[in-house]
């Protein structure tokens, strides 16, 4: 569960959003600018809102009015970014453990379950430059579940697919989020992934989300 209600200065507006979601799939959307990329990066820890609180599992991990502000690390969030950010000088293995070695309780048989479930397990020993688009996503994905997160967060992660995978790994998705019931936040521009893919979409206008 992920509920905030925060206020973040932005270049040329202030962006207010309210959101509470559950175990769902809900799609951010807005223009180019409109601060959907900033709303994750505030849940996750990497931006700071100027005020307000922001819950995860109903445990505060930011608060203005508290001087509550969890680091990164604590909030236990699955991020993946647009480009995947998967380390090009690391194996498939190695970019899936990069975060979970460095926390208390490594579950290697889940590891092994994340790596069946994605259909990656042949390519544990290759590096990102010897795997295809659709494979990188699916790694990606699994590096960001492997750390079992209270939330996964999706910043438009299938815009770099031709047409052919992407409906591949839509129906893949489909599939995952049945598996794993988290709340994720899916920021996209197409209104048919949203459709699809969210159990609900969320338009931020003129600054406001909610």
């Keep these: 569960m992920v509920e905030l209600d925060i206020v973040k200065s932005l270049n040329y507006f202030d962006l207010k959003c309210k959101l ?6 809900v ?3 807005g223009s180019s600018g409109s601060g959907k990329t900033t709303i994750l990066d ?6 700071t809102p100027d005020r307000g609180i922001i819950k995860i599992d109903n445990k505060i991990v930011f608060s203005s009015l508290e001087n509550i502000n969890i680091p990164i690390k604590d909030r236990y969030i699955g991020y993946l970014f647009q480009s995947y950010a998967l380390f ?3 194996t498939v293995e190695e970019n899936i453990l990069f975060g979970v070695k460095r926390r208390k309780g490594y579950d290697e048989n889940y590891i092994k379950y994340i790596m069946e479930t994605f259909k990656i397990e042949h390519l544990k020993d290759r590096k990102p430059n010897q795997i295809s688009g659709g494979e990188k996503q699916r790694v990606a994905l699994a590096r960001a579940l492997a750390i079992k997160p209270n939330v996964l967060m999706l910043d438009e992660p299938f815009s770099a697919l031709d047409k052919s995978t992407k409906e591949i790994v839509y129906k893949e998705f489909l599939e995952y989020k049945n598996k794993f019931k988290i709340s994720i936040i899916l ?3 197409d209104l048919y992934e949203a459709k699809l893919l969210a159990d609900r979409a969320i338009i931020i206008d003129d600054g406001i989300c909610e």
């Design 88 to 90: 090009p000088h690391m």
């Design 20 to 25: 509470a979601l559950d175990n769902e799939v």
């Design 42 to 47: 505030c849940i996750s820890g990497i931006k």
């Design 187 to 189: 920021v996209t521009h």
């Design 27 to 29: 799609a951010l959307q």
